[in-house]
């Protein structure tokens, strides 16, 4: 029988989030700081982050409990649903059995409420006036305005529609780079066409954190504590497959800071470490951002200004700008210090796959499935028809979840650019890339 909308409803809500750390055989390296290289230390961050959000960026702890404020307001939308592909299956025509893990039906429409509900609700907790962010495609920008407008007040970022849904919510929103600061005016004025990234907007968000006493800072990915909070996504697709009787031979989520495929798969990491079932995990990026795939795994800046901690991680240098792919988030520089780790440890791989086959995909699962994705989980369809085009070769019926992180509503345009035949594949320059690799700060360990 296939996984319905209603039946999901069956599946109580996670009351702790997992903490990955605790599992792994080799702890991933520290954070340094960006000026004395020696490992950050709480107070470090206290300007940008509330003490809370401090401790569990360096939590060691299992499972970290989720309070009941933050839960009462998960029951907004979760739990969300995992929902079979069998019309996707039968287009297919492949014996792979394909599942959805839809996070669409938040109130912003992606996975990004997850961690933007409990950031602000810690932040609110010490009297915190303003959370300023930066968002590339909006729908951080979107969550963190929704988290305000229930516990505090913002300011952010990008995109027609998703602005309009993020002043609704009573967010400022300044495209990046902005003239709102030092290194936003300095980008402009080295380039008044630049089409920014996620590296400058960070570069800009932090540096309005650290000069106002009463404003924090959020992140919507890559950070240890924003994939602690997803993982919310993962915990309750163990249940639900549980229930369903099915154990995944392939589990699949796109990347680009990786808040979405660690709240899916790092559950199931850990159930894997304990020998509890055997998937493959992978992870899929944009051919012209391929951090995991063709980039150093060395410390780098979280952002383009040099501002923040050096974390190690896969990275394409932190002033590398890649072209204006249609997946916005996923356009940034590098991966989270986490999933690199993870990678590197090989308890998961990586591919990257161009934004035709992409759209491609995509426009077979709409008009298969009824749902229409935002552009960055385009990217899991593309590498779950793949499995399932494999299956139907070999035979083999294997069950592939993957993760749909967000619906496609504002991104119309760039279904319509593709169906017109307008939406080219864009390649990253060897060359860009070597440049940027070459500003990477030297580190002596």
């Known amino acids: 029988m296939a996984a319905s909308w209603s039946d999901s409803k069956a599946i109580d809500i996670p009351t702790h989030w997992h903490n990955l750390t605790a599992d792994l055989p080799v702890k991933p390296p520290p954070d340094l700081h960006p000026k004395t290289h020696k490992p950050v230390k709480p107070e470090d961050l206290s300007p940008l982050f509330p003490d809370e959000l401090v401790k569990q960026e360096a939590s060691t702890d299992r499972f970290i409990n989720i309070r009941d404020e933050v839960l009462d307001v998960y029951r907004l939308w979760r739990p969300t649903p995992l929902i079979r592909a069998k019309r996707l299956e039968k287009l297919l025509d492949t014996p792979a059995r394909i599942y959805c893990k839809y996070e669409g039906v938040s109130p912003a429409g992606s996975h990004k409420p997850n961690t933007s509900v409990p950031q602000v609700w810690y932040n609110a907790q010490e009297g915190v006036k303003n959370i300023v962010t930066e968002t590339g495609a909006g729908q951080w920008g979107s969550a963190l305005a929704f988290a305000c407008s229930l516990f505090v007040r913002a300011s952010y970022d990008q995109k027609p529609y998703r602005k309009l849904m993020m002043q609704t919510w ?38 309005v954190a650290a000069t106002n006493a009463d404003t924090k800072y959020g992140l919507g990915s890559v950070l240890n504590h924003v994939l602690l909070h997803q993982t919310v996504i993962g915990e309750q697709c163990i249940k639900k497959m549980e229930a369903l009787g099915e154990s995944p031979d392939v589990i699949i989520g796109c990347t680009g800071g990786g808040s979405n495929f660690g709240g899916l798969c790092f559950p199931f990491i850990r159930e894997k470490l304990n020998g509890k079932i055997h998937p493959l995990i992978q992870a899929v990026e944009p051919s012209a951002c391929p951090w995991l795939t063709k980039g150093i795994y060395a410390y780098d800046f979280g952002d383009t200004a040099g501002m923040t901690p050096l974390m190690k991680m896969h990275t394409l240098g932190h002033d590398f700008i890649p072209d204006p792919i249609h997946a916005g988030g996923l356009r940034y520089h590098g991966m989270a210090p986490l999933i690199s780790h993870v990678y590197e440890l090989g308890f998961m791989e990586a591919i990257s796959i161009p934004q035709t086959e992409c759209f491609e995909g995509a426009l077979k699962f709409f008009r298969s499935e009824g749902l229409i994705p935002a552009p960055e989980p385009t990217h899991a369809i593309a590498a779950a028809i793949r499995e399932a085009l494999h299956c139907k070769e070999t035979g083999e019926a294997k069950v592939i979840p993957m993760a749909m992180c967000g619906h496609g509503h504002f991104d119309l345009p760039a279904y319509d650019n593709y169906l017109q035949g307008n939406l080219v594949d864009l390649s990253y320059s060897q060359d860009k890339i070597k440049a940027s690799l070459a500003k990477i700060p030297v580190v002596v360990s």
Do not use: C, F, Y
Not at 183 to 204: K, T, V
């Open 170 to 207: 009573g967010a400022k929103v300044h495209p990046s780079p902005s003239t709102v600061t030092e290194a936003g005016r300095r980008i402009l004025q080295e380039d008044p066409s630049s089409p920014g990234n996620l590296g400058i907007a960070i570069s800009e968000a932090v540096a």
